[in-house]
């Protein structure tokens, strides 16, 4: 078997990819996990919370070197809003950073990198810094597309607000395609909007995993409890649990008055928090393990008018054998058959009547969860996700793959560290400039 060479990759994302506790982090760090176990991997990020620089330091045990600079949020708008008179978009004015943008400069005139993969649209201005010979945007998400859902659902002047910056990007998203070798989106339907006829053999649809639950608990067996997973600030979340709690949630309680609602996810806002004062809705924020609560739960809910690419959330929740009830716009997310593998329903009633049936009916709810954890194993297994992506990410240049791949940070670290721990990094004098 050929020898594979190492290679030196930059890789750019603008949020610290640990620990991989959410949407962006979970993809951004099993890529660079898997990247970092046969090539020096060098990582150029911003950091947003005084948490961040500890994390930072935890990514180093997977990166030969992190350059990690502090975002603000108060010179962001102010950079957002110049680059938005100048007709650009806010979302790359927010993150124009002319101190990461000379610090990865400096870094490539000291250092040879063969590949840079970038994370997002967000992030691609800053490739253009780096002259290597291999490029591979991953879009994950169509940027451009959630910015038009928010325009459909909001007020003036926020929804011409919102249309203009989706038109604005989706036009700077289609042209740097042409920038990079390789360009990645996380599903066919994301792939759609920018390979209407999937012909395009430079676009590539690689997903997300899920980890394995080795013991998987009775759904059935679990009383009344409906649960929903997700980060509690994050604006489609939001919009979801309030539009469940006031439309769907009284037609559910008023049948079953022992139902139980819980809100699980960190960084729960007022508007959420105060939905906890309703009968039978409670909003745990932030929890240590998600695994307990959500064996707590008979079924999942994920009522989200805007959805797009993957919510993780509902694949871990069928991964833990949980039924999925859906909206129709979330359901599209995942290739799934709807009443096979989860159900549906987009108005207060279709909703209210699919939760029901699965409280009411034990068959019923053993067996979507069964479909689920089968449609999960075929779909969404992570080594196989990430032998694409680094055939991707290689190109031509043969993958030589183990017996058998750890993706878990506590797993993972063992075979990273030998090579990584205890090497001199320039991080130390840039944190925090």
């Known amino acids: 078997m050929a020898e594979l060479k190492r290679r030196k990759i930059l890789y750019l994302t603008n949020r610290v990819p640990y620990p991989p506790d959410k949407g962006d982090r979970i993809r951004t760090f099993h890529q660079i996990d898997r990247l970092a176990l046969r090539h020096d991997v060098y990582c150029a990020t911003f950091t947003e919370t005084a948490s961040d620089a500890a994390r930072v330091s935890k990514l180093r045990r997977w990166c030969r070197d992190v350059l990690a600079i502090p975002w603000q949020k108060r010179s962001a708008v102010i950079r957002a809003g110049a680059a938005w008179l100048r007709g650009g978009t806010l979302t790359h ?13 400096r870094w490539a005139e000291r250092q040879h990198f063969d590949i840079v993969v970038c994370f997002s649209s967000i992030m691609a201005p800053y490739a253009d810094l780096v002259p290597a010979k291999r490029k591979i945007l991953d879009l994950c998400d169509i940027d451009s597309e959630k910015w038009s859902d928010y325009a459909r659902s909001a007020r003036f002047p926020f929804s011409r607000l919102y249309g203009t910056e989706a038109r604005r990007l989706a036009t700077y998203e289609q042209r740097i395609q042409n920038d990079f070798d390789e360009t990645i989106v ?4 994301e792939r759609r909007l920018i390979d209407a006829f999937q012909r395009d053999p430079n676009v590539h649809v690689i997903s997300n995993g899920v980890n394995r639950v080795e013991t998987v608990s009775d759904a059935a067996a679990c009383g009344p409890v409906v649960g929903f997973l997700g980060t509690m600030n994050y604006k489609p979340n939001v919009d979801a649990v309030c539009w469940f709690a006031n439309s769907v949630w009284p037609l559910i309680h008023a049948q079953n008055m022992d139902a139980q609602f819980v809100i699980i996810g960190r960084s729960p806002t007022r508007r959420v928090r105060r939905l906890g004062r309703r009968p039978g809705i409670s909003v745990t924020g932030g929890v240590r393990d998600m695994r307990t609560h959500l064996d707590r739960c008979r079924l999942v809910v994920a009522p989200l008018r805007v959805a797009r690419g993957l919510p993780n959330k509902m694949i871990e929740a069928m ?9 129709a716009s979330a359901a599209d997310c995942l290739n799934v058959e709807a009443q096979k593998q989860l159900l549906v329903g987009d108005t207060p009633e279709e909703f209210a009547a699919s939760v029901a049936r699965i409280l009411q009916n034990d068959d019923l709810c053993r067996r979507l969860a069964s479909e689920a954890l089968e449609w999960v194993a075929a779909n969404h297994d992570w080594d196989a996700e990430l032998d694409i992506f680094e055939r991707v990410v290689l190109g031509n240049e043969p993958v030589v793959l183990p017996a058998r791949m750890a993706n878990t940070p506590t797993q993972s670290e063992s075979n990273v560290l030998d090579s990584v721990f205890g090497l001199p990094t320039l991080a130390d004098v840039r944190i925090g400039e």
């Open 319 to 327: 991964a833990a054998g949980r039924p999925v009830v859906a909206t």
């Open 186 to 189: 996380i599903t066919q339907r």
């Open 93 to 105: 004015g927010a993150y124009a950073n002319p101190i990461l943008a000379r610090q990865i400069s």
